[in-house]
């Protein structure tokens, strides 16, 4: 065995000592900095530094505040034509603003491209006082919705970000909800990627640069107040493959667009090194192409009345089964892409059965090929929009992950 000499010992303990006094040095020169990617399909976490410090979420609150809005709309509380009325209190919110003045109403279908776009701190007042009656309930609203992601590090005090003390969030729990808005919202998820928009006259432009900079963003949102930094949450789809990511506390928005960008290269390639590392570790006898199973369920039903599932093993794809996803009308929830044909075949039983009040739900199980790599794919169809929304949004209460499909054939 090689020796080393105690001279070159001596070196080696100081460079280390000199790494670690440089490392503790960069987290005192920027304490508020954290990051987090995760691969949004099947959750997995490809970077993460100081992911669940506590940190303020500065304008990045207000995706809350619109994921309430959007709530309120799926259920019939609001319309894009909803007027609300501006306080005194929404038009006294220092910028960023769009110069509300109280006595105003403003409607729905500008308030969102003012919160995405402007950030605008009165119209997230004015949301919160519409569906909250006060900003301060609204903001426990905020709370008690965050505790129901499981977003569990995270507090609000306002609508806005704008600094309290007691606001706090992680990157982390930020991730859980751009993941929820996106699953839960489908439909709305397209106002994230607004580049400009134009209230009484003025046109005002988006402070995210990412969606015009970087290939493949198409939203989320950005953030600063002096206490935070500035921070960003940002959704990438490249190859087939969607992340998200959020960074918090940039010196300046430059850098912090800067590091986003190094970090989503990063790990759309790492997500695409395990997705072809699974599919390759999976049986290669497993070449189940679709599997369907019809479920009936009740609330009384016992496990063993259920219906068995139909396995078809086969070496190639078929179009037969290939047409029962891409010929079916309606909906989808699909739940994830696995390795193995089995194993999502049994999440998507597992999604049947938390749905125990759903009369009809058909299982579809598809081989789907991502990048030379082969998954399998798990998704409830047959259901209409509104069956579908409602069932993804009870399975993610549920801690299930899933997203809403507008099918091919629809």
Not at 72 to 86: F, I, S, W
Not at 370 to 391: P, T, Y
Request: proline share 3%; with cysteine.
């Amino acid at each position: 065995m090689f020796a080393v000499p105690r001279a070159g010992k001596a070196l080696i303990g100081l460079l280390a000592l000199v790494l670690l006094f440089s490392l503790s040095s960069q987290a005192r020169a920027n304490p508020r900095y954290a990051a987090i990617v995760i691969d949004a399909e099947t959750g997995t976490v490809l970077h993460a530094a100081n992911a669940d410090a506590s940190r303020y979420p500065a304008s990045l609150t207000k995706m809350m505040t619109l994921y309430l809005l959007f709530e309120a709309m799926e259920k019939g509380l609001m319309t894009l034509d909803t007027a609300m009325p501006v306080s005194a209190h929404a038009a006294s919110m220092p910028q960023t603003n769009i110069s509300l003045k109280a006595g105003d109403r403003l409607k729905v279908r500008d308030a969102i491209p003012a919160l995405i776009v402007r950030s605008a701190n009165d119209v997230a007042s004015v949301v919160a006082e519409a569906l909250g009656g006060t900003e301060t309930a609204f903001a426990r609203m905020m709370t008690d919705k965050a505790k129901t992601m499981k977003m569990t590090s995270t507090t609000f005090r306002n609508a806005s970000g704008l600094p309290d003390s007691a606001q706090t969030s992680t990157a982390r729990d930020l991730a859980v909800l751009s993941l929820r808005l996106m699953k839960d919202f489908p439909q709305y998820y397209h106002y994230f990627s607004t580049q400009s928009f134009t209230y009484k006259g003025r046109t005002y432009n988006s402070h995210n640069r990412m969606v015009r900079n970087y290939p493949g963003v198409d939203g989320m949102k950005t953030g600063y107040i002096r206490a935070s930094g500035f921070n960003v949450a940002t959704s990438a789809e490249r190859d087939e493959r969607r992340v998200i990511g959020v960074v918090m506390g940039g010196k300046t928005a430059q850098s912090r667009d800067q590091h986003m960008a190094s970090l989503l290269d990063r790990s759309i390639s790492r997500a695409t090194r395990i997705a072809k590392v699974s599919a390759e570790q999976a049986p290669a006898a497993a070449k189940l192409v679709v599997s369907t199973e019809t479920v009936r369920q009740t609330v009384r039903q016992e496990p063993q009345t259920r219906a068995p599932a139909v396995l078809q093993r086969t070496s190639q794809s078929l179009p037969i089964e290939q047409s029962l996803i891409t010929d079916e009308l309606g909906w989808a929830v699909q739940i994830g892409s696995f390795r193995v044909p089995e194993q999502a075949r049994d999440r998507a039983s597992d999604a049947a059965r938390r749905l125990n009040d759903v009369a009809l739900a058909q299982i579809a199980v598809s081989e789907v090929e991502i990048s030379n790599r082969k998954l399998f794919r798990a998704r409830l169809v047959g259901l209409e929009e509104a069956q579908a929304k409602n069932a993804c949004q009870r399975l993610s209460r549920q801690g299930m992950d899933c997203l809403v499909v507008k099918l091919s054939g629809s």
